[in-house]
């Protein structure tokens, strides 16, 4: 079992910088991928970023190349999200996600544990 906590959110004036946290506990192996994920009000959830553990390969929504970076810290078992640049369209729920063996890092279905969200709010 794996559980997985978020941090980080809040609410910021666009043009913010905001940095979101996702710690990770319990049987997380060398062989897993970790996510973030966004929902807002009436939307569908959408893949923002990811990040295999091993830290060679990341991906990014093209709504958010450039101005979000993903990265790990393996001794901490934490993956975090820096978002810069925020304006109002980026205002959601994100959630951590972990999946082992992914192969598409922006599909939800391929991640099997999921946190509980973190609200960002983004205010003009």
């Known amino acids: 079992q794996v559980q997985l906590v978020e941090s980080g959110g809040g609410l910021v004036q666009a043009g913010a910088s905001l940095r979101l946290s996702c710690a990770a506990s319990g049987r997380t192996f060398s062989t897993y991928a970790t996510g973030w994920f966004r929902q807002a009000p009436g939307k569908e959830r959408e893949f923002v970023a990811a990040?295999?553990?091993?830290?060679?390969?990341?991906y990014y929504a093209d709504s958010v190349k450039g101005r979000f970076t993903i990265s790990r810290d393996g001794a901490k078992n934490t993956v975090y999200l820096q978002m810069n640049s925020l304006n109002v369209a980026d205002t959601a729920v994100y959630y951590c996600?972990?999946?082992?063996?992914?192969?598409?890092?922006?599909?939800?279905?391929?991640?099997?544990?999921w946190g509980q969200g973190t609200q960002v709010t983004v205010s003009s």
């Open positions: 996600a972990l999946g082992h063996w992914v192969s598409h890092p922006d599909k939800p279905d391929e991640y099997r544990y």
């Open positions: 990040i295999r553990w091993s830290g060679d390969s990341t």
